[in-house]
C-alpha cells in the first residue's frame, strides 16, 4: 500500500513522483481513444488499469510517454523541484524471445542501456553495472542465462531491470502478468512493492488478470473513459463492471 509518509498526498505530495491527468482526450482522425479521462497517481502509490482490448489502456501509456498527440493536461509535480519532466522507465508487455535466441541477458541489458553493439567485449565495470542493476530485482543468477531460455516471470524481472535504469520517477508496466504462472505474478508483484517503497516511485500497470486486483492501491476500470475508480472491491462489484465482464469474474482472470 501506499507509504505512511504518502497517505495525505492529495495536500500536496512531499516526494518526487506525482502525476495528474486532466481531462485527456485522444482522437485518431474521427476515432475517439480517450474521453475525458482525469485521475491522480500519488507518490509510492500502485494503480491498476483494467478494461478490455481496446479500452484505450496502451493508448494512454502512449500518451503519458510523449508517443501520441493528445488534448488535456499531463503534468509531474515534485515537492523538491515544482512541475518537471518526469523520468519513466516502460515495461512493454512480454516480447517472447525465440528459445534459440543466443543472446545472453547482460548483452540485452548493455544493448539496450547503452547502444552497446552486441559483439563487443564487455568490460568488468560494465559487468558489475549490470549486477547492480539485476540485484535490484533479484535477478543476479540471470546475467549469463540466454534471454530465450527464461521464463516469463525472468523474462519481467529483467525487463523491470532495464527499465529501472536509470531509476526513474513513473515506472509503467503493460501487461506484466502475461505469459506468467500464478507463482511468478505473487513474485513480481512483492518485487513491485519492494521497489516503490525503497525507491518512492509511482507505478501504473494494465492488467487482464483480476486475482491480483487485491495488491493494489486503485483500480481503474477505463473503456474510452474511466466507468469506476476504487479498490478492487469497489470495482469489481460495480455495476460498469458487470456490465462489461458479466457476473463471476470478480475472483476470475478474464
Request: proline share 6%.
Amino acid at each position: 500500500m501506499i507509504p505512511k509518509r504518502h497517505l495525505d498526498c492529495h495536500r500536496g505530495c512531499d516526494g518526487r513522483c506525482c502525476l495528474r491527468l486532466e481531462h485527456l482526450t485522444v482522437k485518431l482522425e474521427e476515432d475517439l481513444i480517450l474521453d475525458d479521462v482525469s485521475f491522480h497517481l500519488h507518490c509510492g502509490e500502485l494503480i491498476a488499469l483494467i478494461g478490455p482490448n481496446g479500452a484505450g489502456k496502451s493508448s494512454l501509456f502512449k500518451s503519458i510517454l510523449g508517443l501520441m498527440p493528445y488534448q488535456g493536461k499531463i503534468t509531474f509535480e515534485s515537492a523538491e523541484r515544482g512541475r518537471q519532466k518526469p523520468r519513466i522507465g516502460y515495461v512493454p508487455q512480454n516480447p517472447g524471445f525465440d528459445p534459440g535466441d543466443p543472446v545472453s541477458v547482460l548483452d540485452l541489458f548493455l544493448t539496450a542501456t547503452t547502444r552497446r553493439p552486441a559483439f563487443l567485449p564487455v568490460s568488468k565495470s560494465q559487468r558489475n553495472k549490470v549486477l547492480d542493476s539485476l540485484k535490484r530485482v533479484n535477478g543476479e543468477e540471470l546475467i549469463d542465462r540466454r534471454v530465450g531460455t527464461l521464463s516469463g516471470g525472468e523474462v519481467q524481472r529483467v525487463l523491470l531491470a532495464m527499465a529501472l535504469e536509470p531509476l526513474p520517477n513513473l515506472l509503467i508496466l503493460d501487461e506484466p502478468m502475461s505469459g506468467v504462472d500464478m507463482e511468478g505474478e505473487q513474485q513480481l508483484l512483492n518485487l513491485l512493492d519492494q521497489i516503490r517503497e525503497e525507491f518512492d516511485l509511482s507505478i501504473l500497470i494494465s492488467t487482464h488478470d483480476f486475482q491480483t486486483l487485491n495488491r493494489v492501491d486503485k483500480v481503474i476500470l477505463l473503456q474510452k473513459r474511466i466507468l469506476a475508480a476504487g479498490n478492487a472491491q469497489v470495482v469489481l462489484h460495480s455495476p460498469a463492471f458487470t456490465q462489461l465482464f458479466g457476473t463471476g469474474k470478480g475472483g476470475a482472470q478474464a
